[in-house]
């Protein structure tokens, strides 16, 4: 039996659209969640202390800042209330 490799199973998903929808999904999780943790660590907050701020649980935080989870709006409200935040939503053209 023989093993691929990463770049070997990426370009056989190149052309699939749902893998690539899959990708970007990821990638805008880790994004978001790549930017929590800055700003809770700005406001020099531990997961903790930001969970309870906003009302919910350390692992929810720590699942968001992994980019383990597509968070709803109500939650990025909630996150960026007990952050002292307002939540803004911007739309871009694509290049």
Request: charged residues 30%.
């Amino acid at each position: 039996m023989s093993h691929s490799s990463w770049e070997e199973i990426k370009a056989q998903r190149a052309d699939d659209p749902e893998a690539q929808a899959g990708y970007e999904r990821a990638r805008r999780a880790y994004e978001v969640g790549r930017e929590v943790r800055r700003q809770r660590e700005a406001a020099g907050l531990t997961q903790r202390q930001l969970a309870d701020r906003a009302g919910m649980a350390q692992s929810v935080i720590a699942r968001l800042e992994a980019g383990g989870t597509e968070p709803t709006l109500a939650t990025l409200d909630r996150v960026a209330k007990a952050l002292g935040l307002e939540l803004t939503i911007a739309f871009q053209r694509v290049a």
